[in-house]
Every structure is written in C-alpha cells, then in structure tokens.
C-alpha cells in the first residue's frame, strides 16, 4: 500500500515511452568502422580490449571511446564523435 501523499516519480523523467525503431544490422562488416564505447564501470575496459583484438585479428577498422563516468549518460561530444566516425557500435558493460 502507497502511503497517502507520496508521489512516485519515474527515474527516466519520461512522460511518455519513446519506441524508436531498431536499425538494421550491416551484412557485412567490411570496410565498417567500429566503434567500442566504453561505460567506464570495472572491467568493462578488460572486456572491451579482448574483443579488439578479435575485430582487429579480422582485419577490422577498431576505433575506442569511454564515458567519463558510469552514472551519467555519455556526453553530447562523445555521441557526436561516434555517430560521425563509427558505422557500429559495441557498448562494454562488466562488473
């Protein structure tokens, strides 16, 4: 039971849920350039250089970015920086 007067409050500050419509994967990863983005919680940067060395083993373009913090979204700039450099993301979350 909700004591009277208290007021839940969404986390998300989201007045109405956002569906966005989930891009298509590329067939093929030739030529793409992807970026690994790093959240910065522990071992997130361990698990995001093994799978470097995979995608680069391939020969695949690797390109690396890291969040400040893992308690804030990333900053505009690094998001800007992905979108304008990257053709895949891989975000590496660990604990």
Known sequence: MIPKGYLMRDPTAET???QRERLA?????SGATI???SISK???????NYVEQRLTAQGLNVLRFEKPTHTK?????VIQEIVKRCDVVVEGLAD
């Open 16 to 18: 109405a849920a956002v």
């Open 25 to 29: 994967p590329p067939e093929d990863l």
């Open 35 to 37: 970026g690994l983005l």
């Open 42 to 48: 522990e071992r997130s940067v361990e698990f995001l």
């Open 73 to 77: 979204p990333a900053p505009e700039s």
